[in-house]
């Protein structure tokens, strides 16, 4: 049997008992039930080594149909790349998806002082359950931390310098930026959106349209962990729903049941330059009556 074979065979057991498993363990994460019945604790801050001097950073992001944005965050790595960090960029991609392919082989052909790439693809069933890759990076780096994040969110000037300096002899579990700057909701004809779907390129963006926004937790893109945290734990791999292979790309909820398993929302870091591409589309998501709801739900949550 192959790995798509396998992985398709595992989504049997249809909608509700999937959806009724993501109810119950949004429940339970949001503390209806201890978490420690569903995974052992994170190692104490006293087992955790406080690596100082030069660090070692990896970046997991997940890419489906999302090259557009792909190719700001890999170029501002290209631009901003690290003086006083060492970077491993992992990319989690199905082949399939065609553009995003041919955006990593151009990309892996730069070569970035400070920065190596990592991509690695997965069966699509398996890239659909964010949490499947990762618990595999997690399990797997050898970074003294790593941060997991999204492919619409940009590393700009200062932002992984400034990190070195901030991370030097820490021991927590689960770091955030207290802050972000962000564009408003992007429609799919707009032109930033448009020149990121052209032929693969290292391209720029105007960062006076952006905002600041304040984050209050470790949420989905912003979650950085120690190394030897997610040697440990990995990510939520006792919870069989958020590591079961699906047949189209799942809304993301597992990053709050990490923060629950791992017992903290987070603490807030001041790191600059941490840019992020708002959109209307969820293009990676499947289209039907839902994803327009789901469409205008984002409109309301933006105003």
Known sequence: MTETQKARSDIEGGWLARH??????????GGWLPAR???PPPPPASERTARSGELSLEIVSHCWNYSRFLAYQLSSLVRFPPAR???TVTVYYAPEDTATQKLLDFFGGQVVPGVSWNWQPLAKERLFRRG????????ATTADWIWFTDC????????LDTLAEV???RRDALLHPREERATPLLTEDDEVLQRGRAAPAIVDIDDSDFTV???TRATGPMQITHGDVARACGYCPTLRLYQTPADHFCKAREDRAFRWLLGTQGTAIEVPGIYRIRHMEKGRYRQGSFSKLRKRIRQLQSR
């Open 20 to 29: 009724a498993g993501d109810t119950l363990l949004r429940l339970a994460a």
């Open 37 to 39: 019945l569903f995974a």
């Open 85 to 87: 960090l060492r970077v």
């Open 132 to 139: 499947i890759g990762r618990n595999l990076a997690a399990r």
């Open 152 to 159: 619409d969110v940009m590393f700009r000037a200062g932002c």
């Open 167 to 169: 991370l030097q002899g």
């Open 213 to 215: 926004r304040r984050i």
